[in-house]
């Protein structure tokens, strides 16, 4: 191939990721103002300033620009746990949970619509979201019991599919305004900890018994529990 036709094929495929992205955007920015539902493909194409047929040339469904939208945001996450001054992997499971309620109350109209877009049964998007957070799960999992945190003989996979189970359950919850980000943070490390504390090592026994009181205490401090809901 000439220099020329690489060099045109080039700026095609910078200008293609350019829309790409900019439709992404769009998508992003409409998630947080209508909720999931509500956004449209024509909304998305006005508002990233692109054809409707542009728009179904790169990305054909509404699914696939928001699984877009959504895994970026996973690997957005993913760079910040891992700039956060965790010790071990132990301390990088409850770290995780921290994150998720700090972005639950920085961006609470996003992680809303994504939470509802999981729910999404008819196109394959709670599939689409859920996957890759599955296995990011899973190599927490199994980085905590290679550096010894857990038995190893845990079963990564059972376990990981608990605590992502934990997770879900506490983000409906926050989703539906039934509780505020700090008492998702609290909840899901309670089940984080019944969950790890069967396949605790005598590295992690310990820690995982006194967050495990720690805990309890909070959880059962029920004016603290209103103050927190009627507060937000």
């Avoid at 209508?34 to 300033?49: C, L, T």
């Avoid at 996973?74 to 746990?81: H, N, V």
């Avoid at 979201?129 to 290679?146: D, H, N, Q, Y």
Wanted: glycine content about 6%.
């Amino acid at each position: 191939m000439a220099a020329g036709q690489t060099a045109t094929l080039s700026r095609r495929e910078t200008a293609k990721a350019e829309r790409r992205q900019r439709i992404v955007d769009a998508a992003g920015a409409l998630v947080r103002e209508q909720g999931y539902d509500a956004v449209s493909m024509v909304q998305i194409a006005e508002r990233a300033e692109v054809s409707p047929a542009t728009l179904y040339n790169l990305f054909q469904t509404k699914s696939a620009i928001f699984q877009r939208v959504f895994d970026l945001d996973l690997e957005d996450y993913q760079r910040k746990l891992a700039d956060m001054p965790v010790r071990n992997a132990l301390e990088r499971l409850y770290a995780a949970i921290d994150l998720a309620a700090e972005l639950c109350r920085n961006d609470p109209d996003f992680y809303r619509a994504m939470t509802r877009a999981g729910d999404s049964r008819n196109d394959g998007l709670g599939l689409a979201i859920g996957r890759p957070r599955r296995a990011f799960w899973r190599a927490e999992v199994e980085t905590a019991i290679k550096e010894g945190y857990l038995r190893g003989e845990t079963d990564a996979d059972l376990l990981s599919r608990t605590l992502g189970r934990f997770m879900r359950s506490v983000f409906l919850e926050w989703s539906a305004h039934l509780i505020p980000a700090k008492q998702l943070q609290k909840e899901a490390a309670y089940g984080f900890t019944l969950a790890l504390l069967p396949y605790s090592t005598r590295k992690s026994g310990p820690a995982l018994k006194s967050r495990l009181a720690d805990l309890e205490a909070a959880l059962a401090a029920p004016c603290a529990k209103t103050k927190e809901k009627t507060s937000r």
